[in-house]
Antibody, heavy 118, light 108 residues
Framework: QLQLQESGPGLVKPSETLSLTCTVSGGSISSSSYYWGWIRQPPGKGLEWIGSIYYSGSTYYNPSLKSRVTISVDTSKNQFSLKLSSVTAADTAVYYC??????????WGQGTMVTVSS | AIRMTQSPSSLSASTGDRVTITCRASQGISSYLAWYQQKPGKAPKLLIYAASTLQSGVPSRFSGSGSGTDFTLTISCLQSEDFATYYCQQYYSYPPYSFGQGTKLEIK
């Protein structure tokens, strides 16, 4: 049973870089059938797709965040990671990683809350 | 970017009711639409993809229809566990994938 688990700091200072990792277990991130994505949800609000990555390293990002986002993959560790730079309070959200089945996100991590505050 | 608009934003219903949630895309997206259910404090769960295909393990009381710009999610006989927030998402034109703002289904 494929599972995803987010990890990383729950508190980030304004102007710094948010860094999260998603560990995939019960299956290989190198599957040719899937991308792997990040989605976030500010408290009490809706879902926003951040970006997705293929095991080869091919990425696509939300244009609204593209200048600040980097998603990378480490197939040896079965992990993919998110870096979001120059964060502000508006980046406070629950961050989810999910398997991207060419558009539909069919398996999700439990989510991790990240607060941007000094 | 394609804008997804759901209606209503909230809905009150009773167990056993039939409910319909609508999602409209700002431009045609063929059938590249997914529906998710989210309960408080939990990750979203994929219910339907390709506008009308039920994800494995999802009860048959859930159904989806539509193509182009107008889509619906129908729950035929509400159960207590169905009270949640529902989101639509397009994956026709990306980046970015875009979600609707959500519809909160509450107990009447």
């Amino acid at each position: 049973q494929l599972q995803l688990q987010e990890s990383g700091p729950g508190l980030v200072k304004p102007s710094e870089t948010l860094s999260l990792t998603c560990t995939v277990s019960g299956g290989s991130i190198s599957s040719s059938s899937y991308y792997w994505g990040w989605i976030r949800q500010p408290p009490g609000k809706g879902l926003e797709w951040i970006g997705s990555i293929y095991y080869s390293g091919s990425t696509y990002y939300n244009p609204s965040l593209k200048s600040r986002v980097t998603i990378s993959v480490d197939t040896s560790k079965n992990q993919f990671s998110l870096k979001l730079s120059s964060v502000t309070a508006a980046d406070t959200a629950v961050y989810y990683c999910a398997r991207d089945d060419y558009g539909g996100f069919d398996i999700w991590g439990q989510g991790t809350m990240v607060t941007v505050s000094s | 970017a394609i804008r997804m608009t759901q209606s209503p934003s909230s809905l009150s219903a009773s167990t056993g009711d039939r409910v319909t949630i609508t999602c409209r895309a700002s431009q045609g997206i063929s059938s590249y639409l997914a529906w998710y259910q989210q309960k408080p404090g939990k990750a979203p769960k994929l219910l339907i993809y390709a506008a009308s295909t039920l994800q494995s393990g999802v009860p048959s009381r859930f159904s989806g229809s539509g193509s182009g710009t107008d889509f619906t999610l129908t729950i035929s006989c509400l159960q207590s566990e169905d009270f949640a927030t529902y989101y639509c998402q397009q994956y026709y034109s990306y980046p970015p994938y875009s979600f609707g703002q959500g519809t909160k289904l509450e107990i009447k």
